[in-house]
């Protein structure tokens, strides 16, 4: 059974969790962001792993058709923002900031260890992803994906 989550229709229930809505400070950074770029989403890495070096970064870039769309992606990424800061360093990844440059929303994943990286590098692919991709009405076709491996081993 699909639960809606405001605009959402959370197709994999996460906790039944709501997602937030954008408050007045993001909505202000959402609007800057149309004209020049603009972190809107300071990211949990700081947060939960310092000055540590990850391992790799994923760079994703998806450029929107809507604003309504482009604003549902934000909320999903600051929702997960929260839920790994939540869950501290007992992950091995994390979201790098984000930021908005017209239609175009960049962020990165940094992967924090070598093992976890090989193994679940590639879980924007799954089926869960793919769900919550089709709620801003964007596939991984849509994306520019581009990941480095920063630290040799």
Not at 26 to 34: N, Q, R, T
Not at 99 to 110: A, H, P, Q
Request: hydrophobic share 35%; proline share 2%; charged share 30%.
């Amino acid at each position: 059974m699909k639960k809606e989550v405001g605009n959402f229709n959370d197709i994999l229930n996460i906790q039944g969790e709501d997602i937030p809505r954008i408050d007045d400070k993001l909505h202000a950074l959402l609007e800057k962001g149309k004209a020049r770029a603009v972190k809107i989403l300071p990211g949990a890495s700081t947060k939960i792993f310092g000055k540590k070096l990850p391992y790799a970064q994923t760079h994703v870039s998806i450029t929107f058709d809507s604003e309504e769309d482009l604003r549902r992606c934000v909320r999903l990424l600051r929702w997960s923002d929260q839920r790994l800061l939540a869950i501290g360093s007992s992950i091995a990844w994390s979201w790098e900031r984000s930021i908005r440059k017209g239609m175009e929303i960049s962020f990165s994943v940094n992967w924090y260890d070598k093992e976890f990286y090989l193994k679940r590098s590639d879980a924007f692919k799954d089926s869960n992803h793919l769900s919550y991709f089709s709620m801003f009405g964007k596939s991984t076709s849509d994306m520019r994906i581009v990941t480095e491996v920063l630290e040799k081993g």
